[in-house]
């Protein structure tokens, strides 16, 4: 299996002659460390000291400490008091967690968007879902982040029928969690997944009004690619970097009278890997 290869966080690029608002540039800063943490350029419980990241990103304390800041509500960075920050380390538990709780949101919007869509909520899910396909058959790993933005747009298509912007707030939250998770899953061997016909089945539940069977094909479809996680987890297939030790996770997995959970070995993603989601 070919070892993912490290690529250092890129300096931000911005142009200091451009005139760009303060608030544009911390916006831009807060973005770009957002993406580098889900994409794991940041590692999971990595120390982020304000002068490296100055040099790294190229740009002023302040403006560092004010992204930081926003990414601590994001719950994507922990402030240590006066030892600055931390990346949000991750687990087992969390997963789970993120998981339930967007299955539970996630459904329940589906079901009233399908209520309450009309034809132009039909046309903005057909034009998300076919731009999705475009991207999907197959999904390349170069072109993950591509298609993270096009699933966003299709889920996100799907709950507009019922308008409810703290939904899509907290929902856009939890996407971005669950995608910092499946970057790790990608590669995965065995997973057995279609992916594109998960989104063909959901579409045109969806469409045709079946909110019952639409909500369960979509709980099933956020939830394969953590359980699927969690357990070559459990398996000891593969570990997290920074994970927190998942010890009750493991015994609720382990068998009573079972023996020792076998040694883990570190992640690695197969070349030309098909993306899992």
Request: aromatic residues 6%; neutral net charge.
């Amino acid at each position: 299996m070919a070892k993912r290869s490290f690529q250092p966080p890129s300096p931000l690029p911005v142009d200091p002659a451009d005139g760009a608002a303060t608030r544009t540039l911390i916006e831009q800063t807060y973005t770009t460390l957002r993406d580098d943490i889900i994409e794991g350029r940041l590692a999971p419980d990595s120390r982020l000291r304000i002068e490296h990241l100055r040099q790294q990103y190229q740009v002023g304390a302040g403006t560092l400490r004010e992204a930081l800041t926003r990414l601590v509500s994001d719950a994507l960075v922990v402030a240590e008091g006066q030892r600055g920050f931390r990346v949000a380390p991750i687990a087992i538990e969390d997963l789970e967690d993120i998981t339930r709780l967007r299955v539970h949101i996630e459904t329940d919007a589906l079901r009233q968007s399908i209520r309450c869509g009309d034809d132009a909520w039909r046309a903005r899910v057909t034009a998300a879902y076919e731009a999705l396909s475009a991207e999907e058959q197959p999904v390349r790993p170069e072109r993950r982040r591509q298609w993270e933005a096009l699933n966003l747009r299709f889920h996100e298509a799907l709950l507009s029928g019922h308008a409810s912007p703290w939904t899509q707030r907290v929902l856009r939250l939890l996407a971005r969690h669950s995608e910092r998770y499946r970057s790790y899953a990608i590669g995965l061997p065995d997973s057995g997944r279609d992916v594109h016909a998960e989104h063909t089945e959901i579409y045109q539940l969806a469409i045709s009004g079946q909110e019952a069977r639409a909500a369960l094909a979509l709980e099933a479809h956020i939830s394969a690619t953590p359980y699927m996680l969690i357990r070559a987890l459990r398996e000891g297939r593969i570990v997290l970097p920074g994970a927190r030790p998942p010890a009750a996770a493991h015994a609720r997995a382990t068998p009573a009278g079972a023996g020792a959970a076998p040694q883990q070995r570190p992640w690695t993603q197969p070349a030309g890997e098909p993306l899992a989601t």
